[in-house]
T-cell receptor, first 113, second 112 residues
Framework: AAGVIQSPRHLIKEKRETATLKCYPI?????VYWYQQGPGQDPQFLIS???????DKGSIPDRFSAQQFSDYHSELNMSSLELGDSALYFC????????????FGNGTRLTVT | RKEVEQDPGPFNVPEGATVAFNCTYS??????FFWYRQDCRKEPKLLMS???SGNEDGRFTAQLNRASQYISLLIRDSKLSDSATYLC?????????????FGSGTRLSIRP
């Protein structure tokens, strides 16, 4: 079965650079979520989209932005990177039904040096 | 107090043992519940949804106790491959993604 696809798998950037992470949700899933997970921490919700519109916002820094495109893929744009942005970034998708579970992509490991 | 709490463990049990852990939640209006497993540096993977009547999937059994506001996961005949962190996830409101709350996870280590 098709899963959530994220790219790139690994990314190394220097401080103050920008990064773009991509996510392709499971076909026919209409909601996309972005999470950040630091070492030893649980995933922290950043932002979500429902039918290409931003539906909810979590602890996403102002330096970050995201959007969902007409083909339902989503991109997380990160600017003025800081050392503390180093983390695993997961995208997840779900179908619109109430209470349906999230399905996660295999993540992008971002290292800021 | 966190909205969703789990014993962080680690639980260290021999292969073949039965192990169970709980997850408590504070919002009585919580609407759906899930167990995920996460291997080191990998993505969380859905293990099972938790239904009001309890549900079983092979060696795994999940229970929901709304009165006491906890869910549980029981693993029978544990395998080495069950070693992972188990995340409890609670959905407190369908209209908002920020209401999907993750527990901090319980680490399970199965020894030969």
């Amino acid at each position: 079965a098709a899963g959530v696809i994220q790219s790139p798998r690994h990314l190394i950037k220097e401080k103050r650079e920008t990064a773009t992470l991509k996510c392709y949700p499971i076909p026919r899933h209409d909601t996309v979520y972005w999470y950040q997970q630091g070492p030893g921490q649980d995933p922290q919700f950043l932002i979500s989209f429902y039918e290409k519109m931003q539906s909810d916002k979590g602890s996403i820094p102002d330096r970050f932005s995201a959007q969902q495109f007409s083909d339902y893929h989503s991109e997380l744009n990160m600017s003025s990177l800081e050392l503390g942005d180093s983390a695993l970034y997961f995208c997840a998708s779900s179908q619109g039904q109430e209470g349906s579970p999230l399905h996660f992509g295999n993540g992008t490991r971002l290292t800021v040096t | 107090r966190k909205e969703v709490e789990q014993d962080p463990g680690p639980f260290n049990v021999p292969e073949g043992a039965t192990v169970a852990f709980n997850c408590t939640y504070s919002n009585s209006a919580s609407q759906s519940f899930f167990w995920y497993r996460q291997d080191c540096r990998k993505e969380p993977k859905l293990l099972m949804s938790v239904y009001s009547s309890g549900n079983e999937d092979g060696r795994f059994t999940a229970q929901l106790n709304r009165a006491s506001q906890y869910i549980s996961l029981l693993i029978r005949d544990s395998k080495l491959s069950d070693s992972a962190t188990y995340l409890c996830v609670v959905n407190n409101g369908y209209s908002s993604a920020s209401k999907i709350i993750f527990g901090s996870g319980t680490r399970l280590s199965i020894r030969p």
